[in-house]
């Protein structure tokens, strides 16, 4: 599914750092095709009294993960997705211009699913492969990178779940390179 927020990067510019977020739509309910509406700016306002307050944004991010891990890509990773807005990491500001952004369908408070997790990992390693300005260790919250604006992935997020998972799925992707 493609998403019509996003545009190209700076010239020179490659993504070096994955930011991690939560959705959910309505807020604290999962499933349905609200995320989807959103990111494709079709998000119908009077559908929930939510929405009113949303539907006009021209928000998107690369991919989401939803509760039962299945992933869904909006933007293309060599693309600039508009997940971040104002944000700055270890002193460069404008995250979007050097981040790849996923959502993880849930919300601060409600844990997240080990498939979600699963999912994150697989697909953290794959995209360390195919990009090697990625590195897994380079992954941060959207409240990390937009402090006291935002709370996602939120104190439900398993940090060190996610980087075990990550680690562990980055070993896997470098051990079958090597035994072809």
Known sequence: ????????????????LIVVHGISL????????????????SL???????FAEIAD?????????RRDGAVTQYVGFNDRAWHAGVSQYEGRT????FSIGIELE??????????????????????????????????AGHSDIAPGRKTDPGAAFDW????????????????DATRR
Request: glycine share 4%.
């Open 57 to 65: 944004q021209r928000v998107s991010a690369h991919l989401c993960i």
């Open 1 to 16: 599914m493609r998403s019509p927020n996003f545009d190209s990067r700076p010239l020179g510019v490659h993504a070096d």
């Open 44 to 50: 119908p306002p009077d559908a929930h009294p939510y």
């Open 94 to 97: 404008a995250c979007n211009d």
């Open 106 to 139: 849930g919300t601060d408070t409600d844990a997240y699913d080990e498939r979600q997790y699963r999912a994150l990992a697989e697909v953290v390693a794959a995209l360390c492969r195919a990009y090697p300005s990625l590195r897994p260790t380079r992954l």
């Open 26 to 41: 309505p807020p604290g309910e999962f499933g349905g095709p609200w995320i989807d509406r959103l990111f494709t700016n």
């Open 160 to 175: 060190a779940l996610a980087r075990r998972s990550i680690a562990a799925a980055c070993t896997a992707v470098a051990h």
